[in-house]
């Protein structure tokens, strides 16, 4: 296809990459530069503001874990929240004001540290189940959420919709992030927005991401492979039990499936000049110690000499690296993310 029928569709679909998929560069593309984002070392404080309900899920992250985070060495924390179970489920869809305190606090300790914090609309189910029922009540949230925090730092970053799966494929995905970011920009010019594709933010869905024409756009991806390696047992994965004992050594096999992957993702930025982060990582606490150690320093060394930021899942759930009731770090596996 000539290069002037591609600009022309670009145009008229104010969309960046419109090349077809047997068009697209075999070899390493060609190399753009991509713009600094200010992230580079991250924990997600999950279980918290993503349960169904406030507590439900037993953890409750303290004010001064954000500064214990800083002091570990994190310059990020990423803060999943369920706004959809705080929202109005009818027009105009208004969130609820007490819940909007606790999160107000949360971005504000975390601000108040010295950290990037990234919001995240975690646990949208039912948008991912049936989308055109939830696309305005979706919007709305982002448009309350833009103008409530228009006027924070530029370190604090705003995450569409954790790991869309499900109905909201990637064709209706792309449609309905545009829109998003769309009302975002009206109140936020300049915010760096995070986007993760379909197919709960693979690095393969990278491939089926369309932005819009926007310069402060990062593309996240989530990073858990070997699958059965880092969830085995884990309580929400069907048959996961079966996967109990699986050990990570970091043979060269092993270490190239996840070099190989790492690479394929920072091709994708490379040709289209679009930063990344590896929104979450980690290894289930249940996972033979060693192999766990191994496996998180290893993937977070790779993400970096790419230099791709990343963000450890999580804090204090079932992969956690600290102890929320004693408020110690699991020192092992601390070092393994910040010693290098
Ligand atoms: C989910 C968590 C889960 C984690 C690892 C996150 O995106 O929200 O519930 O523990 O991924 O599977």
Known sequence: MAVVTLVLLAACTNMRWVEPADEQPTARPTAKPVPATGLRRGINLGNWLDAPALGEWGV????????????????????????????????????????????????????????????????YDELMAAPAAHVTSFLAIWGQLAERYSGKPATLYFELLNEPYGQLDAATWNDLLGKAVGIIRTSNPNRWIIIGGADYSSIRALQDLRFPV???????????????????????????????????????????????????????????????????????????????????????????????????????????????????????????????
Not at 283 to 293: G, H, Q, T, V, W
Request: net charge negative.
């Open 60 to 123: 409750d992250i303290l004010p001064e874990y954000f500064t214990l985070i800083r002091q570990a060495g994190f310059d990020s924390v990423r803060i999943p929240v369920r706004f959809s179970a705080h929202a109005q489920t009818e027009p105009p869809y208004t969130l609820d004001e007490d819940f909007l305190e606790i999160v107000d606090a949360a971005v504000q300790h975390g601000l108040e540290n010295g950290l990037n914090v990234i919001l995240d609309f975690h646990h």
């Open 214 to 340: 926007d310069e402060r756009l990062i593309a996240a991806f989530h990073f858990y492979e070997p699958f059965e390696f880092s969830h085995q047992g884990a309580s929400w994965v069907p048959d996961s039990g079966s996967w109990v004992g699986i050990n990570w050594k970091g043979t060269d096999k092993e270490k190239k499936d996840i070099t190989d992957l790492l690479d394929e993702a920072d091709g994708w930025s490379r040709q289209h000049g679009v930063p990344l982060m590896m929104g979450e990582f980690g290894a289930i606490a249940r996972a033979d110690e060693s192999s766990r150690r191994t496996w998180t320093s290893f993937v977070a060394e790779q993400a970096g000499k790419r230099g791709i930021p990343w963000v450890y899942w999580d804090l204090c759930g079932e992969f956690a690296l600290f102890n929320c009731e004693s408020g110690d770090w699991d020192q092992s596996m601390l070092d393994a993310l910040t010693s290098k």
